[in-house]
């Protein structure tokens, strides 16, 4: 069976991913609040100087987040890779080569995305969405109307993700099959024994064709789920400049406000994309263990025999 994502001594980085996480909140209020102080004293060198400090540490700590992501994520392509190797020499001589070739080089694509797009961002974005909404409320009470939209995102991009899936997982079996027969119909073309005006053309249009209007379906439905997650912060920012201009808040605050807001929108931003990647990744999984299953099976009836 396929390696655990947080196994093989990988788990030791989740520590540095959610401190990552909760020191881009930190950072991301820490220089909305002395954005704020620099508008009401602009002269003040110190003040310019923290907030170029605090802007190093936000890129640094996004730095870091991307960093160990991608080393989780190769370690884990790593190991997977390495066990559908394996089971491929087990079982040879009783598989097509058309069997392997989308775990080994399609899917393995996908479950890379996951691995480092996928639940670790989910994580780390949710954390930093989170805590900067909460510093939000706590920082600014007359602003709190304008973290409601951001609930709501989730919610309808929730309801949608089942959608999603279905489609992706329909996109990959089509993807699976075109390889499939494209691996077939190479072989007999390179063998010579392909009949008389028999090579496949309408199967191939056909397929391409199917791929074309599902790849084009998912796109659709990835495109609602990154439009929800920019609206979000647009919403809010309309709130923020509905209670600023109506006498609630004081112009400096307002602005950064503003910031907070759109630290959290490119957080939520990245939700979503985990998301699109945790589906694809789970089908991929889905996949491979199903390959794996069936060769373990297949192993163990030779023997058997």
């Not at 640094?60 to 089971?87: K, T």
């Not at 089942?162 to 699976?176: K, Y």
């Not at 694809?280 to 192993?299: D, F, S, W, Y």
Request: with cysteine.
């Amino acid at each position: 069976m396929k390696p655990g994502l947080l196994t093989g001594g990988r788990s030791v980085w989740l520590v540095a991913l959610v401190l990552s996480a909760i020191s881009q909140a930190a950072a991301a209020a820490a220089f909305a609040e002395v954005l704020s102080l620099a508008l009401r004293d602009a002269g003040d060198p110190r003040i310019l100087s923290l907030l170029g400090m605090i802007a190093v540490l936000l890129a640094g700590a996004s730095f870091a987040e991307r960093l160990v992501g991608e080393i989780v994520a190769q370690s884990y392509i790593h190991a997977v890779r390495l066990e559908l190797f394996e089971a491929l020499i087990a079982h040879r001589g009783t598989t097509s080569e058309a069997q392997w070739l989308n775990p080994l080089v399609n899917d393995l694509g996908a479950l890379r995305n996951w691995a480092a797009r996928g639940p670790v961002r989910l994580l780390t974005a949710s954390i930093a969405l989170v805590l900067s909404m909460a510093i939000f409320v706590f920082r600014y009470p007359q602003l709190a109307g304008a973290v409601l939209p951001f609930p709501i995102c989730i919610g309808l991009v929730w309801w949608l993700a089942p959608s999603l899936r279905e489609t992706i997982r329909q996109q990959r079996g089509a993807r699976g099959g075109l390889t499939r027969f494209i691996v077939r119909r190479a072989r007999i073309e390179a063998s010579g024994q392909a009949r008389k005006n028999r090579h496949g053309r309408v199967s191939m249009i056909d397929r391409s064709q199917q791929l074309w209007r599902l790849a084009v379906s998912r796109a659709r439905v990835f495109a609602m789920l990154e439009g929800l997650a920019t609206a979000a912060p647009a919403v809010a920012l309309v709130i923020v400049a509905t209670v600023t201009f109506g006498g609630g808040a004081e112009p400096a605050l307002s602005i950064a406000a503003i910031t907070l807001i759109g630290f959290a929108g490119a957080r939520q931003l990245e939700i979503v994309r985990a998301v699109h990647a945790s589906i694809g990744g789970n089908v991929a999984h889905e996949r491979i263990e199903r390959v794996l299953t069936n060769a373990q099976k297949a192993k163990e009836a030779t023997n058997a025999s």
